[in-house]
């Protein structure tokens, strides 16, 4: 039994972990990586591994870091199943319609603005392809998809869907109990269920962006998202904010819902201009079942009234109806795509509003190294947007708390419990200071043997 490390490790994106077991070849996630353009581009064609030796996918989630590949995986020779929980598959349908559509656009920029050719990584036809693949598993369904390799899904509070894997290894009479978090959630979730705990894994990839961060509490979150919006707003200002369309874009949705109700929101509009947000929160009123309990018991006690939508959201669809949003005078709040601002309608917005001292650009989500994102919360100001210069004038913060990611005392939480039959633990997805941080950590309270793996690093289970 062996696990190679082919992303997401001593970094944040594109999870890739192959796990070889009886001459079977599995890999879990299969993410695109996020960062500096160049660089991107090359790791997001090269896999350090034949993807026609694949044998099988086990997908956590469909953030595009944990499944932005799997196109790419398949027009290279990729021929098995994808497993995933019902709403995973559902979502990442869509989002890599929209990943391979963007690409195919970025292109037409490229071309438009520097001139160049630039080939997409992988296209529609290619997304769709993919779509045969996906083998929809129940939660707490065991299901043996290998000689030796037992599977399970269970819930990590991360978004609509996501998963921690929990994998029974067999091989030669020698049994591992491997437990994958995937991107580990937070209890305070407003929609969504709670992660859970479990116990009697002896092995554990564990998922790390703020291994030595603490967020902020919920009711704290929304105090400060009604104080921005309205000082933002006595000076006429906007707040453009790139978020991510499935996870992000809803909580942030719902804690504006929450203030609307309550008449704590200036009457302003607000928007959301994504197609695939639209299409992610159709996604999400038809899962129910991922939902935490009061979230459910209010839907029931409230049939008429949706949780994700409320008289002042607007959802965008056509390139028309974004450009419209350039044209609106006073305040607004424009939700959009992509969260890194890598890609997307986020960019036009950041050029068209980016250069006014009277608006905000609010970061609610984790910023990769080398992303554009990344580039202006560390004060970059002078940027480059589809070829074109540009000086942001605009206010930047971000709010940590929005993030669905747990943090330090999540995850010691979720070591804590399977501490008592622990013996390898394996830091991946965060970014050096972070994981060795919770590596030395969990090293010292559980004593196992812990590793915060190198890229290509091939260890024995």
Not at 52 to 65: F, G, R
Not at 248 to 274: C, K, M, W
Not at 314 to 325: G, L, M, Q
Not at 331 to 337: C, D, E, Q, R, T
Request: with cysteine.
């Amino acid at each position: 039994m062996h696990l190679t490390f082919h992303g997401a490790a001593r970094g944040v994106t594109g999870s890739r972990h192959l796990l070889e077991v009886n001459g079977t070849r599995i890999l879990l996630d299969c993410g695109f990586f996020q960062g500096r353009r160049e660089e991107s581009n090359r790791r997001n064609r090269e896999f350090g591994f034949d993807p026609a030796t694949i044998d099988a996918v086990v997908l956590s989630h469909a953030h595009i870091d944990h499944s932005g590949a799997l196109p790419s995986l398949v027009k290279h020779g990729f021929r098995g199943p994808v497993y995933a929980t019902p709403a995973t598959t559902d979502l990442a349908k869509i989002m890599l319609a929209d990943s391979a559509h963007i690409q195919e656009k970025d292109a037409e920029m490229v071309l438009k603005y520097e001139g160049r050719r630039i080939e997409p990584i992988y296209t529609s036809e290619d997304a769709r392809e993919t779509e045969h693949h996906f083998k929809p598993v129940e939660y707490w369904r065991t299901l043996e998809i290998a000689h030796g390799v037992r599977i399970a899904f269970h819930e990590a509070g991360h978004m609509l869907g996501s998963s921690m894997v929990r994998l029974e290894l067999s091989e030669e009479g020698k049994k591992r109990t491997l437990l994958f978090s995937g991107d580990y959630g937070r209890d305070s979730s407003p929609i969504l269920r709670s992660p859970e705990h479990l116990e009697d894994a002896d092995a554990v990839i564990v998922e790390s962006t703020y291994g030595n961060r603490h967020h902020p509490r919920e009711q704290d979150l929304t105090r400060d998202l009604e104080s921005l919006v309205r000082r933002t707003y006595d000076r006429k200002g906007k707040i453009i904010v790139p978020a991510f369309a499935v996870g992000r874009t809803q909580h942030l949705t719902y804690a504006l819902n929450v203030l609307a109700e309550a008449g704590r929101l200036p009457d302003l509009p607000i928007f959301v201009d994504s197609p695939l947000a639209k299409n992610a929160t159709e996604i999400f009123r038809r899962h129910p079942e991922c939902y935490n309990p009061e979230t459910r018991r209010q839907m029931e006690r409230e049939k008429d009234r949706d949780v994700l939508m409320f008289r002042r959201l607007h959802f965008t669809n056509s390139a028309e109806e974004s450009k419209k949003i350039n044209e609106i005078e006073g305040p607004a709040v424009i939700i959009s795509a992509s969260g890194m601002c890598e890609s997307g309608r986020i960019l036009h917005h950041l050029f068209h509003h980016g250069q006014s001292e009277r608006n905000v650009v609010l970061f609610v989500g984790y910023q990769a190294q080398g992303t554009l994102g990344r580039r202006i919360l560390e004060g970059q100001r002078r940027i480059k947007v589809h070829g074109r210069e540009m000086d942001l004038r605009a206010e930047v913060l971000k709010m940590e708390g929005f993030s669905a990611h747990a943090d330090r005392t999540g995850l010691e939480s979720f070591i804590t419990a399977t501490r008592r039959t622990l013996r390898d633990v394996f830091v991946v997805h965060g970014e050096p200071e972070q994981s060795d941080a919770f590596a030395e950590w969990v090293k010292s309270q559980t004593g196992a043997k812990t590793t915060a793996p190198g890229l290509g690093m091939t260890i024995g289970l």
